[in-house]
């Protein structure tokens, strides 16, 4: 992991994408997007939860493929260039 920081968004996109972009425990994404983004505060998991649940919910990023469980979809499941 390098210096730079990423958005909360970025960070579960990569943790996804090193799950090679598949149905994932959200509970687990967050966890390591919420190290990964550097977030502070009191529930850094939920901001994150959060954020995957809107996207999802507006048909980016993120599809539920289940209760709990989220997957990349579109542009975003494709590996990094």
């Not at 920081?5 to 090193?18: F, M, T």
């Not at 390591?32 to 959060?50: M, S």
């Amino acid at each position: 992991m390098s210096g730079k920081k990423v958005s909360a968004k970025q960070a579960a996109i990569d943790v996804l994408r090193e799950h090679d972009g598949g149905p994932m425990p959200v509970k687990d994404v967050t966890a390591e997007a919420a190290k990964r983004a550097r977030l502070k505060g009191k529930t850094p998991q939920a901001t994150v939860a959060g954020l995957i649940y809107a996207a999802a919910k507006r048909g980016e990023t993120f599809k539920l493929t289940e209760r709990g469980v989220v997957a990349l979809i579109g542009a975003a499941a494709e590996p990094a260039a």
